[in-house]
T-cell receptor
């Protein structure tokens, strides 16, 4: 099974709301990633978790808060977002964060901030 | 910044081989060449990767030049479902093994 699942598929939220995006994989991978993708642009790395510890934070604003409760789950907590945060949010996983392993991506959550 | 250069778009006839070029003239010895694709509104899909040798799997072949400064992804018998943006990415120890995405090539397969 090479599937990464993400919920919800679509999310509309106001600027004062708090919401969470969820990601799950059952491939035994120990690295998990969050990316943001704006329309017609390539994905941009936001966070990397390696062995359930945050290893990379690409200077992401604090209104985005990642969490890795266990090796299979990755959450992205959202609070006080801005309309410019509207994008496709992609989760990915890989065997670990080093050594040339490929990343497997979920289908993404399409987020609209109103 | 991305370490690769790809043409912004290409066309290919259905049933023919699609050859997608990528330049990575500043690649270092321990960096891999990865290819991913993204079909419209879907998550990216891993295709293939290599270090020095040519590689082949059920989806594609990857040809890396001897000096490793360029590579070509070959889809042997393109179908309409292969229409996507194809990303060539160089990744290794220098980038903490992370994927730094360039603009990619929009490949359109025509009937």
């Amino acid at each position: 099974d090479t599937e990464v699942t993400q919920t919800p598929k679509h999310l509309v939220m106001g600027m004062t709301n708090k919401k969470s995006l969820k990601c799950e994989q059952h491939m035994g991978h120990r690295a998990m990633y969050w990316y943001k993708q704006k329309a017609k642009k390539p994905p941009e790395l936001m966070f990397v978790y390696s062995y359930e510890k945050l290893s990379i934070n690409e200077s992401v604003p604090s209104r985005f808060s990642p969490e890795c409760p266990n090796s299979s789950l990755l959450n992205l907590h959202l609070h006080a977002l801005q309309p410019e945060d509207s994008a496709l949010y992609l989760c990915a996983s890989s065997r670990d964060g080093t050594g040339g392993y490929e990343q497997y991506f979920g289908p993404g959550t399409r987020l609209t901030v109103t | 910044d991305a370490k690769t250069t790809q043409p912004p778009s290409m066309d290919c006839a259905e049933g023919r081989a699609a050859n997608l070029p990528c330049n990575h003239s500043t690649i270092s010895g321990n960096e891999y060449v990865y290819w991913y694709r993204q079909i419209h509104s879907q998550g990216p899909q891993y295709i293939i990767h290599g270090l020095k040798n040519n590689e082949t799997n059920e989806m594609a072949s990857l040809i890396i030049t001897e000096d490793r400064k360029s590579s070509t992804l070959i889809l042997p018998h393109a179908t309409l479902r292969d229409t996507a943006v194809y990303y060539c990415i160089v990744s290794g120890e220098g980038s903490n093994y992370q994927l730094i995405w360039g603009a990619g090539t929009k490949l359109i397969i025509k009937p």
